[in-house]
């Protein structure tokens, strides 16, 4: 019989979607089930990209450019000027999603065997690109006790060897919701460039920060015009999940022309989904304003309400929209899919990401969930109130 590879077998499942056809099962027996798991904004995708598709006349849905358009791309880089990162329309590959940006990143800078250094817990599907990418990933390890904060720098240092290229980072982060500091920044920006490496910055959730922080950008001024490379996406800026467009930006000419490369391998990003995304570019600030004022009442409530809570510990998150917390339980995977498949409060449950998944470190994560407050207010506050019943249940057991 022939055989599957050991990359194929080594490809890990995704933390986020793997509890799904018991989710599916739940709500065909009649039961309600509130997605704390995934980061699908609820909010509505701005007017004026639906529009732009809606009343679009193009009568040959051809390929775009490689790098994407022209037009997307100059007011892409528009987009950035204005966030005070200085780059032009030819700094920018558009890619399918930011998981493309994330795939050329790592086979533009890594070779196969080769390292790059990554905080954990990180986004799950970095170790899947890892994966098929040969690259392989090495830990450095956050703690919820100290907020997910960046660890010392001496700690990146002794995971430094010849194969290493790159140290990633998700600022504001998922699964955490960790903001980097100014001066967390600094310290990367120094070790990247005392060891010749890439500092690769998945900043897709670049809007969402909270409690008056400014968002500080790899290409923020920190003199890394030949490190950084960013990763970007239009999927949580303007909910826009489906439209599957992202990019990467670098101000380094040959990490562009590398990348460029592995683009035109594929062809082209999406027609359509550029149109969309170049006419999001036009939404006015009043929607990010009432966006970013919900997410924080949203966040706001959801740690008041998990605090309550015997035994949970929770890291409070100053971006994004996730949180990773501690439960006082023997094993998540095991409590995610038992809520899934065993438990009910009035015919309704909770379905959660456990963490383990976010890290690549065994044996870490193993009692800790991510929850994506991506839902209204009193659903947030009725799906703690299961999870609050059901560790109760659970341990009862």
Known sequence: MPKISIKGKSMPESPIRKLVPFAENAKKKGIKVFHLNIGQPDIKTPSVALEAIKNNTVEVLAYSRSEGSDEYRQKLANYYNKHNINVTSDEII?????????????????????EIIIPEPFYANYNGFSTASGVKIIPVISKIEENFALPPIDEFEKLITPKTKAILICNPGNPTGYLYSKEEIEKLAAIVKKHDLFLIADEVYRE??????????VLNNFGLEEYAIIIDSVSKRYSMCGARIGCLVS?????????????????????????????ALETPQSYFDEVIIEYKERRDILMTELNKIEGV??????????????????????????????FNLNNETVMVAPAAGFYSSKGFGTKQIRIAYVLKKE?????????KRAIKKYNSI
């Open 313 to 342: 510990k929770v890291a409070s998150p100053k971006g994004a929209f996730y949180c990773v917390v501690e439960l006082p339980i023997d094993n998540a995977d095991k409590f995610a899919q038992w809520l899934l498949e065993d």
């Open 379 to 387: 659903d947030l506050i009725t799906s703690v109130h299961i999870l």
């Open 251 to 279: 101000k380094n000419k040959n990490v562009i022309s590398t990348a460029l490369k592995f683009a035109q391998a594929r062809l082209s990003p999406p027609t359509f989904a550029q149109i969309a995304s170049e006419a």
């Open 94 to 114: 558009i890619t399918t999603g930011g998981s493309e940006a994330l795939l050329f990143a790592m086979g533009s800078v890594c070779d196969p065997g080769d």
């Open 208 to 217: 969402f920060v909270y409690d008056n922080i400014q968002h500080q950008s």
